[in-house]
T-cell receptor, first 111, second 114 residues
Framework: GDSVTQMEGPVTLSEEAFLTINCTYT??????LFWYVQYPGEGLQLLLK?????DKGSNKGFEATYRKETTSFHLEKGSVQVSDSAVYFC??????????FGTGTRLKVLA | DGGITQSPKYLFRKEGQNVTLSCEQN?????MYWYRQDPGQGLRLIYY???????QKGDIAEGYSVSREKKESFPLTVTSAQKNPTAFYLC?????????????FGQGTRLTVV
């Protein structure tokens, strides 16, 4: 069946370090792919998305490229800030009204 | 501002009691969802509703019930049949389905059984 696999956390980085959070998926066809972010004590909010292969989603300095060859959608940021500390979820639709979420990767950025 | 409002933010329940979590949206979205979040398990779908007066079970519906009498409202009742109800509950909505569009989430309700 469809699935989403994220790298285990927590990830701890110093401010201005480079960030990569890996996400791979299995799916029938080529679903849209999403990254959501959850700040402490809050709900999820969309960070970026890509709707077809080779698309690059970007927002707030974060980027992710939909790579069908490697079935991946890795999240990257060139220079993280303390304010980026949060939990990041990769997700894909499975059917019209269901998401499959990864387990989430907690990021902690130290000043 | 448009958005999703969940209340209360924190909720305590005694074992054997039913409790209802509120979710209201003013985004004019047709679809609404309830998710449960436990540490290390990501989000799991409890129920969803495509349109008013219709709802479907998700992956972990046992011990929960919902209603969708108004487009704006999708309350979740956690019944005494739910074996392990302590969790963080998230309500979400979307314009229609999720194939190419995002879901909008509320701030969540943390339920603790005491």
């Amino acid at each position: 069946g469809d699935s989403v696999t994220q790298m285990e956390g927590p990830v701890t980085l110093s401010e201005e370090a480079f960030l990569t959070i890996n996400c791979t998926y299995t799916a029938t066809g080529y679903p849209s792919l999403f990254w959501y972010v959850q700040y402490p004590g809050e709900g999820l909010q969309l960070l970026l998305k890509a709707t077809k292969a080779d698309d690059k989603g970007s927002n707030k300095g974060f980027e992710a490229t939909y790579r069908k060859e490697t079935t991946s959608f890795h999240l990257e940021k060139g220079s993280v800030q303390v304010s980026d500390s949060a939990v990041y979820f990769c997700a894909q639709p499975s059917g019209t009204y269901k998401y499959i979420f990864g387990t989430g990767t907690r990021l902690k950025v130290l000043a | 501002d448009g958005g999703i409002t969940q209340s209360p933010k924190y909720l305590f329940r005694k074992e054997g009691q039913n409790v209802t979590l509120s979710c209201e949206q003013n985004l004019n979205h047709d679809a609404m969802y309830w998710y449960r979040q436990d540490p290390g398990q990501g989000l799991r779908l409890i129920y969803y509703s495509q349109i008013v007066n219709d709802f479907q079970k998700g992956d972990i519906a046992e011990g929960y019930s919902v209603s969708r009498e108004k487009k704006e409202s999708f309350p979740l009742t956690v019944t005494s049949a739910q074996k392990n109800p302590t969790a963080f509950y998230l309500c979400a909505s979307s314009v229609q389905g999720l194939m190419n569009t995002e879901a909008f989430f509320g701030q969540g309700t943390r339920l603790t059984v005491v």
